[in-house]
């Protein structure tokens, strides 16, 4: 069975005067229908410019040089922008990371959810309007008949989270694509927007891609999750298997920075030392040897290839052996 969306060795560049940033160098991954992929990692890692490749939201001076968004038998990559426009907003949607940024503060929330459907679809502006109040109702806009017609700052973080993803369901996308949907709100409203997407999909079997740096964020929203490093995927496997099996040093890292109940009082989260890597001057080697507590000396010379070390578990590190992390080899 083919994915609905499959990403093979994409790399995003830009091509600034001090040097090429490798944003995204290769980076692969699939996701099927009904499934979310989380994609985690730092800040800096390259998240955020692989969702905004797979729709060609990449701006100059960064452009994609090498590989493949196979969506619906076509390339996203390659196909004419032309036929794009009719890809992006409505068979693949994307909720951007700063809400306020992203919305119009001179139009109505009606009026932009209504112009997102009818790019779409031929439907008269009172039809389109009757579905972009059902979304707002449907997304927990309390009094979404007046609502409709106020402007974004008359909202809070939270519920112009909601619009943002009553827009982009404005068509009923295959795929959807959230980049950072919960940053900047409080715990409550974060839990609240992650099972409004899970009952969302629920209901549509759409694929999900989730963005965030934030691993504790998604041990119940997503079936799968994807580390990203410096420009590239280190580690991938369902949620499960990830948290009870880490394999990547890195992924080590990132859990044990979770803080638990339980924990006993005073106890120090322990931290990644460093910091990531310039992506104009990748270290050689494995990227993340700078700052691994478990390299060796051919970590500086010998670049991993991503393998699969667990059924249905691939990872890229040279000192993973028989499924068991170099972390747990060292005790």
Do not use: W
Request: hydrophobic share 40%; aromatic share 4%; with cysteine.
């Amino acid at each position: 069975m083919n994915a609905l969306l499959e990403v093979r060795g994409l790399k995003t560049y830009f091509f600034a005067e001090s040097g090429v940033v490798k944003a995204a160098d290769g980076v692969s991954f699939a996701i099927d229908r009904g499934r979310t992929l989380a994609l985690v990692g730092e800040s800096g890692c390259g998240k955020s410019v692989t969702a905004l490749s797979i729709l060609r939201l990449v701006e100059p001076p960064g452009r994609i040089v090498a590989g493949e968004i196979l969506f619906e038998g076509r390339d996203l990559a390659s196909i004419p922008e032309k036929e794009l426009r009719c890809v992006r907003g409505d068979r693949i949607a994307m909720i951007f990371q700063e809400p306020m940024a992203s919305l119009n503060p001179v139009y109505t929330v009606e009026g932009q959810i209504v112009e997102a459907i009818r790019v779409h679809r031929r439907v008269s502006r009172r039809a389109a309007r009757s579905r972009a109040i059902d979304l707002l109702k449907r997304v927990g806009i309390p009094a979404a008949e007046n609502r409709a017609d106020e402007y974004p700052h008359r909202f809070s973080g939270g519920m112009l989270q909601r619009v943002m993803i009553a827009m982009a369901l404005a068509c009923e996308p295959a795929v959807l694509i959230a980049d950072e949907p919960t940053t900047a709100l409080d715990g409550t409203t974060q839990a609240q927007i992650l099972d409004l997407l899970k009952e969302l999909q629920e209901e549509s079997g759409m694929a999900i891609l989730l963005i965030t740096h934030n691993l504790a964020l998604v041990a119940e929203a997503a079936h799968e999750i994807a580390v990203m490093y410096a420009g590239k995927i280190v580690e991938r496997s369902s949620v499960r298997e990830l948290f009870e099996h880490p394999l990547h040093p890195y992924t080590h890292g990132l859990l044990g920075s979770i803080p638990r109940l339980g924990a006993p009082k005073g106890r120090t989260l322990p931290a990644i030392t460093g910091t990531v890597p310039d992506p104009a001057r990748y270290p050689a080697g494995c990227r993340f040897h700078p700052r691994c507590p478990a390299k060796e000396a051919r970590c500086a010379v010998d670049e991993p290839l991503l393998e699969e070390a667990r059924p249905d578990h691939t990872v890229g590190c040279l000192l993973v052996e028989g499924g068991v992390s170099p972390m747990e080899a060292r005790g």
